[in-house]
């Protein structure tokens, strides 16, 4: 392999390791936008979104351009295929925290809500699993991505929960159900963002093992 396409390769892993560090800080600035009330910090993540689009799109491009036009051999395509699949993952996660962001940002403009339900909570799991799926990317770390991949019904059992005290929130008060619906939503994001966490903890697998696990017991 030529030294001009081996820095490409290690290029493509700097900026998904960039991307998967934007995607962890704004998906937390989002909760703490709900959890401190912080329309500004809202507004930020929405801002900072665009960053993330753009560095999906490169990584996109630099992994069609290398398999285009160098032919790569097995390892590299897998690592190719997986860095590609994996930005999309870190894309949707992203937009995941714009989703409570903006939430965030309509609740802070009413009365505060006497509760938020778990979401602080399943923040925390979904953080925790987001950072371990790419830590497993990084140390290669097959054992830590079936971990997270486990971890998956927590985060289901969590949002259940979530919705249940967000009923009989609206039951006590219905003044209160628009706000609530609002919880509702961002219970859902959590939810839908550690599903994205747990497909990067799959492709990591996929990506040192060789092995594809998304329709497995292993997977499930």
Not at 24 to 45: F, K, W
Not at 84 to 99: C, M
Not at 143 to 153: N, P, T, W
């Amino acid at each position: 392999m030529s030294v001009y396409w081996e820095q490409n390769l290690v290029e493509i892993r700097e900026q998904l390791l960039m991307m998967s560090g934007l995607t962890e800080r704004n998906l937390g600035q989002s909760t703490r936008a709900l959890i401190e009330r912080d329309e500004h910090l809202a507004d930020l993540v929405e801002t900072q979104d665009e960053e993330i689009d753009e560095l999906e799109k490169s990584i996109d491009e630099r992994v069609i351009t290398y398999i285009s036009t160098h032919g790569p051999m097995a390892r590299d395509c897998r690592f190719l295929i997986t860095a590609s699949k994996v930005a999309s993952e870190l894309e949707r996660i992203a937009d995941q925290a714009t989703t409570i962001a903006r939430r965030s940002r309509d609740l802070t403009r009413g009365p505060a809500l006497k509760s938020l339900a778990n979401i602080p909570l399943m923040a925390s799991e979904v953080q925790a699993m987001l950072r371990q799926s790419l830590r497993a990317f990084v140390e290669r770390d097959t054992d830590l991505a079936l971990e997270v991949i486990g971890r998956d019904k927590i985060v289901d059992a969590e949002y259940k929960d979530a919705a249940h005290d967000v009923e009989l929130a609206i039951v006590a008060d219905p003044s209160t159900t628009a706000r609530e619906l609002h919880i509702l939503t961002i219970a859902k994001a959590l939810e839908r963002a550690v599903d994205h966490a747990t497909n990067i903890a799959e492709e990591v697998f996929y990506l040192y093992k060789g092995e594809d696990i998304r329709h497995s017991k292993l997977g499930v």
